[in-house]
Each structure stands twice: as structure tokens, then as C-alpha cells.
């Protein structure tokens, strides 16, 4: 099973609003990711959490919080947004350690748009 | 000159036929190749991935890796209309978990019924 699971699956929020998005995987991954798609564009990475530790942010604006409460769950805290930060969020996970064929799968993003 | 370049498209291809796409690198370290495929609206769904140079063959999918020529192609036989999508390269230098992964642009499919 390649699974991570998002919710909610499509969001809208004004600028002024505080929303969250979950994402959830039980494969026993413990590394997972954020990542902002615009369309037609590949997905650019945000945050990396490692070991329920953040290890890479992207230079991302503070109005984006990222949080990982245990090893299966990472959520991104929305507040202040702007409408340019529309788009689809795409959480991964994969396994964080030196294996062979280990690579990140993706959930089915959260689209979120910001009026 | 980005790190990875792929052609955007849109490419199509009638049903049946061999699809062939391609992604240029530049960076000798990437040794961890993918091969992603989206559906509009959708999260990318790994469909290849392979390490160094080779060949990899799954299904109707095969991945092709010349690290030589810093070159990756991805060919699909007997093209279903079901393969209509955005293929997405990827590359990483390790297969570390927390590795960044560098992506191309996408190609946009249409295999015509």
C-alpha cells in the first residue's frame, strides 16, 4: 500500500482566514513533504520534515506554517494568504533512510483557492 | 540553463502507437531517475524509477537512463487513451528520504481514440 491521503480535497478562503490542510501516511515513512503546484507547472518543494523534525524549508513565507504531530501526519497551517498562493498542495512522504529504490508518493493534493 | 529540460508539448499520438519521452540534465551528481504521471487535478503517481544507467521495463512502460549523454527517456508501448496525461521527470543525487528532487517541467499527452 502507497498511500498518503489529503484533506480537504478542494478549500476557499478569503485573505483574512486561518485554515489547515492534513496529510496522512501509514506506510511507516518517517520523511514527508509539502509542495506547491501551479498549473502546468512541476511541483516546487516547500518544507521537508524528517523524523518528525523540519529539515528544508524552501524560503517559504512565514503566513505558511508547517507542523508534524507525530510520524504519520503532517499538516500545513494557512493564515494571511494571498491569491497568488492558489494552487494545488501536494504532500509525499517516502522512507528516510539509505535504501535502494526508496523514492516519495505523492497524495492527490488539496486545491486550494484564495479570494 | 535549468537543471532538468523536458519538452512541455502537448504531444499526441494515435492509439497503438509508441510514445517516446525525454528529459536533458545537467547535473553529473543526479544518480536517482523517475518518472511521474498526472492526471489533471491530480497528485503525481509514480510510475518508474530507476538508479544510474540502464534499462527498466514494466508493463507497456520502459525507462531508459544514459548517464553519458545525461539523457532519460520513458517509452510507452501500445499507447491507451487511458495514458492521456502530464508526465513528469524527476532526479535526485541520493535516495536519502529528505532528498530534494529536482523535476522537469511535464509533458502533456493526449493518445487520440
Known amino acids: 500500500d502507497t498511500e498518503v491521503t489529503q484533506t480537504p480535497k478542494h478549500l476557499v478562503m478569503g485573505m483574512t482566514n486561518k485554515k489547515s490542510l492534513k496529510c496522512e501516511q501509514h506506510?511507516?515513512?518517517?520523511?514527508m513533504y509539502w509542495y506547491k503546484q501551479k498549473a502546468k507547472k512541476p511541483p516546487e518543494l516547500m518544507f521537508v520534515?524528517?523524523?518528525?523534525?523540519?529539515?528544508i524549508n524552501e524560503s517559504v513565507p512565514s503566513r505558511f506554517s508547517p507542523e508534524c504531530p507525530n510520524s504519520s501526519l503532517l499538516n500545513l497551517h494557512l493564515h494571511a494568504l494571498q491569491p497568488e498562493d492558489s494552487a494545488l498542495y501536494l504532500c509525499?512522504?517516502?522512507?528516510?533512510?539509505?535504501?535502494?529504490?526508496?523514492?516519495?508518493?505523492f497524495g492527490p493534493g488539496t486545491r486550494l483557492l484564495v479570494l | 540553463q535549468k537543471e532538468v529540460e523536458q519538452d512541455p508539448g502537448p504531444l499526441s499520438v494515435p492509439e497503438g502507437a509508441i510514445v517516446s519521452l525525454n528529459c536533458t540534465y545537467s547535473?553529473?551528481?543526479?544518480?536517482?531517475f523517475m518518472w511521474y504521471r498526472q492526471y489533471s487535478r491530480k497528485g503525481p503517481e509514480l510510475l518508474m524509477y530507476?538508479?544510474?544507467?540502464g534499462n527498466k521495463e514494466d508493463g507497456r512502460f520502459t525507462a531508459q537512463v544514459d548517464k553519458s549523454s545525461k539523457y532519460i527517456s520513458l517509452f510507452i508501448r501500445d499507447s491507451q487513451p487511458s495514458d492521456s496525461a502530464t508526465y513528469l521527470c524527476?532526479?535526485?543525487?541520493?535516495?536519502?528520504?529528505?532528498?530534494?528532487?529536482?523535476f522537469g517541467t511535464g509533458t502533456r499527452l493526449t493518445i487520440i481514440p
Open positions: 509525499a512522504s517516502s522512507q528516510d533512510r539509505n535504501r535502494e529504490m526508496e523514492t516519495q508518493y
Open positions: 506506510m511507516g515513512h518517517r520523511a
Open positions: 520534515y524528517s523524523y518528525e523534525k523540519l529539515s
Open positions: 547535473n553529473s551528481a543526479f544518480q536517482y
Open positions: 530507476t538508479y544510474s544507467s
Open positions: 524527476a532526479m535526485s543525487a541520493s535516495n536519502f528520504g529528505n532528498e530534494k528532487l529536482t
